[in-house]
């Protein structure tokens, strides 16, 4: 039986609610398809960090990247600041410390859930780049002043390189799937010299890969026509703060946060967290939506599956993703899907579609 070591860090707000749903289902999956998982877990949080002062360190991430995968909730509180009055976030330190280059966010529209746009099918995957970007710059040493603040925009070619590979590589997985196989490069070139270089790389990696086709926006427009004419994208990747804002776009269009999942991987490591904050609002309330979290799980197990070549684990994450769009077809619903049930309630019926997805006979 294939055993794995997955790092648990539940984080802030409603991470610990949402972490405990996806343990349970992949409890279930475990039992139904006879692989286990050991966990460690961490508390990492801002809540810690106001306690006691504790941040995760260079030592714990060096600990946390010997395991097969990280499983996070959420992390942040807005009135919890460092020293230069930023937010507390694990995530995006261990972005950093394991080049997670590529941000993965799928953004279905399930049936069932109500969606802000008119469109019979929305199906895509929005690809951030993680590792540098608008981000480039968190590290630097900075002055403070009160009269004006920086932040640094740096591309590299051996970033995007690996990052339009990767574009590519899941365009063609996806064209299996029944997607056109389509990478979009949303970008601002017109403007920003880093996105100049981008562009660049862009043309020369879709020239070397002239089986999918590629098309270019600039972001401005690209965003309209996310809204207007979301059928037109299949794969979108872009830079590190356009995709952050064009993955919470595109989510907002099939349902919002509640069920946008998503990975942040490199070649070797993958953190595997919704979408989604800490939504302190909504907080020990029982009215989180698991869903993202849930999925966010299923996407560690097809990505720890395919690295190991354990289809046990991709057939596993089938499943889940199976029990999830059945709950959402039929219900129940939390209250950000227009229903009124709670985590807890969404959880059972996603452990019993799973459960009786495994007494069905093959073919059913
Ligand atoms: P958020 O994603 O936490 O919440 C935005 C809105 O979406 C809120 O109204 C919230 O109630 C709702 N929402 C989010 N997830 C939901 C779910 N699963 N079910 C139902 N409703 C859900 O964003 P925010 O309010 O801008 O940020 C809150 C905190 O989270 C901040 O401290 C921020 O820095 C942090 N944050 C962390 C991450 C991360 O850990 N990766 C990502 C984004 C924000």
Same mark, same amino acid.
């Given at each position: ?5 997955? =790092? ?6 409603? +991470?610990? &609610?949402?972490?405990d749903s996806a343990l349970q289902v992949l409890g279930e999956a ?28 260079? $030592?714990?991430?060096? %600990? ?25 976030? $694990? ?40 590792? %540098?970007?608008?981000? $480039? ?12 603040? =920086?932040?640094?925009?740096?591309? =590299? ?37 880093? #996105? ?55 989510? +907002? ?25 800490? $939504? ?10 698991p869903?993202?979290?849930i ?10 599956? &395919? ?13 889940? #993703?199976?029990?999830? &769009? ?18 807890d309630?969404?959880t059972d019926?996603v452990l ?13």
């Amino acid at each position: 039986m294939a055993n794995y070591e997955i =790092t648990v860090i539940p984080g802030d707000g409603i +991470g610990p &609610e949402v972490v405990d749903s996806a343990l349970q289902v992949l409890g279930e999956a475990q039992k139904q398809f006879g692989f286990t998982l050991d966990y460690a877990t961490y508390d990492f949080s801002a809540e810690l960090y106001r306690r006691t002062g504790r941040k995760i360190t260079a $030592a714990d991430m060096d %600990e946390i990247g010997k395991s097969d995968a990280v499983l996070f909730g959420a992390m942040g509180l807005p009135d919890v600041r460092d020293e230069e009055g930023l937010e507390l976030g $694990a995530q995006v330190q261990m972005r950093a410390h394991y080049k997670l280059f590529a941000s993965l966010r799928p953004v279905k529209l399930f049936e069932g859930v109500p969606n802000a746009v008119r469109a019979e099918k929305i199906d895509m995957l929005v690809i951030r780049e993680t590792s %540098e970007g608008m981000f $480039a710059g968190l590290h630097d040493k900075h002055e403070p002043s009160d009269e004006e603040a =920086t932040d640094r925009m740096t591309i =590299t070619r051996a970033t995007c390189e690996t990052l339009f590979a990767e574009a590519f590589d899941q365009a063609r997985a996806r064209r299996k799937r029944g997607t056109p196989g389509r990478v979009t490069l949303l970008h601002k070139s017109n403007a920003l010299r880093s #996105n100049v270089l981008m562009e660049k790389v862009f043309d020369e990696v879709a020239a070397k890969n002239t089986d999918v086709e590629s098309s270019k926006y600039y972001i401005d427009a690209g965003s309209m026509y996310m809204v207007t004419d979301p059928g037109r994208f299949d794969v979108i990747v872009s830079e590190n703060i356009f995709g952050d804002i064009t993955s919470e776009i595109a989510a +907002g269009l099939v349902g919002g946060l509640g069920v946008a999942p998503s990975a942040d991987v490199s070649r070797t490591h993958g953190v595997f967290q919704p979408s989604h904050g800490s $939504a302190p609002d909504i907080a020990g309330t029982g009215k989180a939506n698991p869903t993202a979290m849930i999925l966010s799980a299923a996407m560690m197990l097809e990505w720890l599956g &395919e690295k190991r070549e354990d289809a046990v684990l991709v057939d596993a994450a089938s499943s889940i #993703n199976a029990a999830v &769009e059945k709950v959402l077809a039929t219900g129940p619903r939390s209250a950000d899907l227009g229903g009124s049930a709670s985590t807890d309630e969404v959880t059972d019926a996603v452990l019993s579609a799973l459960r009786s997805a495994a007494t069905l006979p093959a073919g059913a």
